[in-house]
């Protein structure tokens, strides 16, 4: 089994949910009380909001590239970063290292394009939703990305850093996400990618009026299908 290195803190409460999914993968996959080899480095979410409200990703890009290189050198053979929205200076991290960056809107895009699904409605922080990076690299997938208006964007955002982030679940916020979501329905969205790991804590994406995709357990999936890669292939092999 490979070992997997998580960068998490970007919240707590979502890299929680990432352990807690890449450990039941790894049981349900093997049986017993088979558990996943993981390391987590979890950083000070407060150090990098900040570097995010200053437009500051080329800092933010160094300490995310630093953590990524600490766990390779503790024996980490693939990184995930566990949020989003930092996957905006994922590829200046992927160049610090030599083992690989389990890319979440990669995998997402497979996802979404193994059911069939090409309009998608993104609902993520604000960074997610305004800058380029997401928008671009699913273009580029052969995704058409739609993103809510300004109002809906401020909703979106202001639930994920002021509730979600918190650990505050209210079902008055899951209302307004499903007001979002029913704007969007009218607008052509064929399914909606729940973008920011935390959003998975108040949406459940079986239970949506369109398909959805949960991020943080597609990106956990695919780093369970990474560690487990070549100990599958050996255990076909051997049978």
């Known amino acids: 089994m490979e070992t997997i290195g998580l960068i998490g803190g970007m919240s707590f409460e ?17 049986g ?3 558990s996943a080899e993981l390391i987590l480095h979890s950083v000070n979410f407060e150090e990098i909001v900040a570097l995010q409200k200053a437009g500051a990703w080329d800092m933010a890009a160094r300490r995310l590239a630093d953590v990524a290189l600490r ?7 693939c990184i995930l970063i566990c949020t ?6 994922a590829d200046e991290v992927a160049k610090k290292i030599s083992v690989p960056l389990i890319h979440i809107i990669d995998e997402t ?9 090409k309009r998608p409605l993104l609902l993520a922080t604000r960074y997610t ?3 380029g990076f997401y928008s671009d690299r699913m273009k580029n997938l052969g995704l058409d990305i739609m993103v809510p208006d300004a109002g809906d964007r401020t909703t979106v955002h202001d639930i994920i850093f002021n509730e979600l982030c918190a650990g505050k679940v209210l079902d008055s916020s899951r209302d307004k996400l499903m007001a979002v979501i029913s704007r969007a329905i009218d607008n052509g969205a064929d399914s909606i990618i729940l973008g920011c790991t935390e959003i998975c804590l108040i949406l459940d994406p079986d239970h949506l009026p369109l398909p959805g995709f949960d991020t943080t357990a597609i990106h956990a999936r695919a780093a369970v299908d ?3 890669g070549a100990d599958e292939i050996a255990e076909e092999e051997a049978a």
Do not use: C, P, W
Request: overall charge positive; cysteine-free.
């Open 84 to 89: 989003n929205t930092m996957h905006l200076i």
């Open 109 to 117: 895009a497979k996802s979404l394009h193994a059911g069939g699904r």
């Open 32 to 34: 017993g009380l088979a």
């Open 226 to 228: 990474f560690a487990l």
């Open 14 to 30: 979502s890299s929680a949910v990432y352990y807690r999914l890449v450990n039941e993968m790894v049981r349900d996959r093997k």
């Open 129 to 131: 939703m305004e800058h």
């Open 71 to 77: 766990l390779q050198i503790a024996g980490a053979g």
